[in-house]
């Protein structure tokens, strides 16, 4: 009889097992260790920070320390990595993974001591938001990307300014900044996890509004304090108000234990966001209401006005990638996800926070 009793003891345990997963849907698992590893990660509020530790060292730190480098780094930084993704047309997942560790890069930066041995490294490439970009995006793309950009190609797009050896000694400064965790995980990572679970036509109509509107929170020093779940959730949850997406038609699939108490404030702050850059009243009407028929919305959006976020028209089409635009590209790097290309977005100003040039196939960032 005992021989008997163990594999039935194991058939039960995985009749409930399985059916804990249909219950919670096939993307459960998936969705919970994504989620725990962005609880588990240390990025934070950089810029809280930087700020922090520039006033506590403001009577002896000298002005190239990474903690009074890191606000301007940020924000250059970002622009150059999003103009790089137009560029070589990269996924979603690629570019935010790489926002996310230029994020850790800078915090972790302000608290380096000047005793490390590595201080000199990292405090100059702190400062030089360009090629820290760079190099963010080349290690992201060893993860992220099927083909990853050649070194010798990327010299040319930057006019020589930065030789081979350059950018693998910032790769080398970063890595050990950050002490080799380059577990990143981005709001559209879990966004998509999310999407997964909820109805193929509802999925059709707000996936590129949610990419969107994770651009613009990822663009915003004001979204850095929400973890990157609540960045998800508030991102598919304007999506749908721009879609007159009933509450009821996207509740269920974002699961109860994903939800936290900031997601409202999150929620409230990148409503504000996508109103500066739209040049919205925030609370003013949302696009139409997306059509039955699974065809995407043909709502008309406001121009982009100035901001320290690009413009990103809510136009659903998909036409980006034709021949025309595909030619434009380096090396054509491509993945299965979509493209924060595809929403259109217009390069930001040329002032504080932007880099000249940078447009897709131009040859150069104009730095």
């Given at each position: 009889?005992?021989?008997?009793?163990?594999?039935t003891?194991?058939?039960?345990?995985e009749?409930?097992?399985?059916?804990a997963?249909?219950a919670?849907g096939?993307?459960?698992?998936e969705?919970a260790e994504?989620v725990?590893?962005a609880?588990?990660?240390?990025v934070?509020?950089?810029?809280?920070t930087?700020e922090?530790?520039?006033a506590a060292?403001a009577a002896?730190?000298?002005e190239?320390h990474?903690?009074?480098a890191a606000?301007?780094s940020?924000?250059?930084?970002?622009?150059?990595?999003?103009?790089?993704?137009?560029c070589?047309?990269?996924?979603n997942?690629t570019?935010?993974?790489?926002?996310v560790?230029l994020?850790r890069?800078?915090?972790?930066?302000?608290l380096?001591s000047?005793?490390h041995?590595?201080?000199r490294e990292v405090?100059r490439?702190?400062?030089?938001?360009?090629l820290?970009?760079?190099?963010?995006?080349?290690?992201?793309?060893k993860f992220r990307e099927?083909?990853c950009p050649?070194l010798?190609d990327?010299?040319?797009?930057c006019?020589?300014?930065?030789?081979v050896q350059d950018?693998?000694?910032a790769?080398?400064t970063?890595?050990v900044?950050?002490?080799w965790?380059l577990r990143?995980?981005?709001?559209?990572?879990?966004?998509?996890?999310?999407?997964?679970?909820?109805?193929?036509?509802?999925?059709?109509?707000?996936?590129q509004?949610?990419?969107?509107?994770?651009e613009v929170?990822?663009?915003?020093?004001?979204?850095?304090?929400?973890?990157?779940?609540?960045?998800?959730?508030a991102?598919?949850?304007?999506?749908?108000e721009r879609l007159?997406?009933p509450d009821?038609?996207?509740g269920?699939?974002i699961?109860?234990?994903?939800?936290?108490?900031?997601?409202?404030e999150a929620?409230?702050?990148l409503r504000?966001?996508?109103?500066?850059?739209?040049?919205e009243a925030?609370g003013?009407?949302?696009?139409?209401?997306?059509?039955e028929?699974?065809?995407?919305s043909?709502a008309?959006?406001p121009?982009?006005?100035?901001?320290?976020v690009?413009?990103?028209p809510?136009?659903?089409?998909d036409?980006?990638?034709?021949e025309?635009h595909l030619?434009?590209?380096?090396t054509n790097?491509?993945?299965?996800?979509?493209r924060?290309?595809?929403?259109?977005c217009d390069?930001p100003?040329?002032?504080?926070g932007?880099?000249?040039?940078?447009?897709?196939?131009?040859g150069?960032?104009g730095?």
């Open positions: 009889a005992g021989r008997w009793i163990r594999p003891q194991a058939m039960a345990s009749r409930d097992g399985r059916a997963r249909r919670r096939h993307w459960g698992g969705l994504v725990k590893c609880a588990e990660d240390e934070g509020d950089f810029l809280a930087a922090r530790c520039a060292g002896h730190l000298p190239w990474p903690a009074h606000v301007v940020r924000s250059d930084g970002v622009d150059i990595l999003f103009q790089v993704c137009e070589y047309k990269v996924g997942e570019i935010c993974s790489s926002v560790l994020d890069f800078l915090a972790r930066a302000c380096f000047q005793d041995p590595n201080f405090a490439l702190a400062r030089d938001a360009p820290l970009s760079l190099a963010c995006f080349l290690i992201m793309c099927r083909v050649l010798v990327l010299e040319a797009i006019d020589g300014r930065w030789s950018v693998r000694s790769e080398a970063i890595l900044a950050v002490d965790n990143c995980v981005s709001a559209v990572e879990i966004a998509n996890k999310i999407l997964a679970g909820a109805p193929a036509p509802l999925r059709t109509h707000i996936a509004q949610v990419d969107c509107m994770v929170a990822y663009y915003s020093r004001q979204m850095l304090r929400f973890p990157a779940t609540s960045v998800a959730v991102a598919i949850r304007h999506a749908a007159n997406v009821d038609g996207f269920d699939f699961p109860a234990w994903v939800r936290a108490a900031s997601d409202k929620l409230a702050t504000a966001c996508f109103a500066a850059v739209h040049g925030v003013a009407p949302p696009a139409e209401a997306a059509p028929d699974g065809a995407p043909s008309d959006s121009e982009g006005h100035e901001s320290e690009p413009s990103c809510m136009d659903l089409d036409g980006y990638e034709d025309e030619g434009d590209s380096p790097v491509t993945d299965g996800y979509g924060f290309s595809s929403c259109s390069a100003d040329k002032g504080v932007a880099v000249a040039g940078g447009s897709a196939g131009a150069g960032w730095v």
